[in-house]
Nanobody, 116 residues
Framework: QVHVVESGGGLVQPGGSLRLSCAAS??????MGWYRQAPGKERELVAR???????NYADSVKGRFTISRDNAKNTVYLQMNSLKPEDTAVYYC????????????WGQGTQVTVSS
């Protein structure tokens, strides 16, 4: 069983910054990432990073968000700068454990609200 624990959400004004953290128990995973889901919308990929450090981002966050990873701690971070109201959503950490365990794991979600 893999436990995924997220932290760092909250309320921030437009233009502000937040940093999300996600720690996963167990072995090193192929990839970890962040997804988000706004009310009435489908869950979408925000950013993803492999164990080798390869990253990919949604076009809407490129240049504003940075994903990083500490393999020794099985922890992934999402630094979010220049936040916009449209970034408001519940952010979910995803752990790609398909190679080792045959499935993905998800965190419980953390709310990010960008509002003045």
């Amino acid at each position: 069983q893999v436990h995924v624990v997220e932290s760092g959400g909250g309320l921030v004004q437009p233009g502000g910054s937040l940093r999300l953290s996600c720690a996963a128990s167990g072995t090193i995973f192929n990839a970890m990432g962040w997804y988000r889901q706004a009310p009435g919308k489908e869950r979408e990929l925000v950013a993803r990073i492999t164990a080798a450090g390869t990253t990919n981002y949604a076009d809407s966050v490129k240049g504003r968000f940075t994903i990083s990873r500490d393999n020794a701690k099985n922890t992934v971070y999402l630094q979010m700068n220049s936040l916009k109201p449209e970034d408001t959503a519940v952010y979910y950490c995803n752990v790609d454990a398909k190679l080792a365990l045959g499935r993905d794991y998800w965190g419980q979600g953390t709310q990010v609200t960008v509002s003045s």
